[in-house]
């Protein structure tokens, strides 16, 4: 079974802290992307990855970095926790562009305090 | 500027009904719309697409119908079942894009 796995499924940080979300896919997909979601504004993208070492802005980068080193991992940063970034994240992967929709992890829930 | 639009935030349901879930869109340049069901603490799901190609397509109990001179798009689940219940998000992808847009989400809850 083809699987998009996320390395936490609940996180608590403080504030200031330098925060790593990890994402690891299966399926050998070229695309990767990290979205959070929150109440009322749903998802909303923050970065996304089509190639090992390429990255680019989402919706929301502010605040955050990202790393693809290998093709199947797409690790999240969190430079300087604060509490604004308490949300769930969501990694998703698919293939190269025109070939359909995603595949999500299963979300952490990342709580800032 | 949020052009996948789900107007509704909530929508309930009797077990056995139809549930009818609307996206709107403002860019004329996607060409594939897709569905995804999210559950709690779970991440979305992949649930039925459709091509700017076609006006229909169905699978099982779930029909996705578009209509690109509106930019309207629907999700029709018929009988709609209590597991039917979660947040369903709309989203869109251009020929040119690597990421889809996705609408804010409708809350269905389909009650016994």
């Known amino acids: 079974d083809v699987k998009v796995t996320q390395s936490s499924r609940y996180l608590v940080k403080r504030t200031g802290e330098k925060v790593f979300l990890e994402c690891v896919q299966d399926?050998?997909?070229?695309?990767m992307f990290w979205y959070r979601q929150d109440p009322g504004l749903g998802l909303r993208l923050i970065y996304f990855s089509y190639d090992v070492k390429m990255k680019e802005k989402g919706d929301i980068p502010e605040g955050y970095s990202v790393s693809r080193e290998k093709k199947e991992r797409f690790s999240l940063i969190l430079e300087s926790a604060s509490t604004n970034q308490t949300s769930m994240y969501l990694c998703?992967?698919?293939?190269?562009?025109?070939?359909?929709?995603?595949?999500f992890g299963s979300g952490t829930r990342l709580t800032v305090v | 500027d949020q052009q996948v639009k789900q107007n509704s935030p909530s929508l309930s349901v009797q077990e056995g009904r139809i549930s009818i879930l609307n996206c709107d869109y403002t860019?004329?340049?996607?060409?594939?719309f897709l569905w995804y069901k999210k559950y709690p603490a779970e991440g979305p799901t992949f649930l039925i697409s459709?091509?700017?190609?076609?006006d229909k397509n169905e699978d099982g109990r779930f029909t996705v119908f578009l209509n690109k001179s509106a930019k309207h798009l629907s999700l029709h689940i018929v009988p709609s079942q209590p597991g039917d219940s979660a947040v369903y998000f709309c989203a869109a992808r251009t020929p040119a894009g690597y990421a889809l847009n996705f609408g804010k989400g409708t809350s269905l809850l389909v009650t016994p």
């Open positions: 459709i091509s700017s190609i076609k």
């Open positions: 399926m050998d997909h070229e695309n």
């Open positions: 998703a992967s698919s293939l190269s562009q025109g070939a359909g929709g995603y595949t």
């Open positions: 860019n004329s340049m996607f060409d594939y």
